[in-house]
């Protein structure tokens, strides 16, 4: 039996830092059911998720560039440093999720409820964020620009007061 090379790991005892990252891109994933799902470093650029239910789930890293997560259910997930550019979030539940340094550029996230997220160093230059709920939200160091829509009620004041930087040069 020497001779042969050892079986591998089950994947529940393989580290999920050895493994390739997930291919989905434009996969259809509309209202899958996926708590505390780790898609950590996947490509999900232009995927359907809409109406996913995704809480706690870790999409750290990921490229999320034109992803459509409307009316997702991305409550306390991790979204820190994803590319998602253009995604769409409209109406999408992320109260307490982590969006640090994420690259949301013209992203929609009309309706969305951040609540008690952390957006601390994102970029949400050109972001819609129309009728967004931020209440408690970490905003210090965004990253915006004139072309940035706020939600009502918040005045470009309010968001310097947060700790937005408004950057039109670039």
Do not use: C
């Amino acid at each position: 039996l020497s001779r042969f090379p050892p079986l591998p790991k089950p994947p529940s005892q393989m580290d999920p830092a050895s493994l390739p990252p997930i291919m989905l891109g434009w996969a259809n994933l509309r209202g899958a059911h996926l708590p505390f799902a780790r898609f950590d470093n996947a490509f999900l650029g232009g995927a359907y998720l809409e109406r996913t239910y995704l809480v706690s789930a870790s999409l750290a890293d990921a490229y999320l560039m034109g992803a459509h997560f409307d009316g997702a259910e991305l409550s306390d997930a991790d979204l820190g440093h994803t590319l998602s550019e253009g995604a769409s979030f409209v109406e999408a539940n992320l109260e307490g999720a982590y969006l640090v340094d994420a690259f949301l550029v013209h992203a929609d996230l009309s309706g969305a409820n951040l609540a008690r997220a952390n957006l601390e160093g994102a970029f949400l230059r050109g972001a819609k964020l129309t009728n967004a709920i931020i209440t408690g939200a970490k905003l210090r160091g965004i990253i915006a620009d004139r072309t940035t829509i706020w939600p009502d009620g918040f005045s470009v004041r309010d968001a310097e007061a947060a700790g937005v930087i408004f950057d039109d040069d670039q």
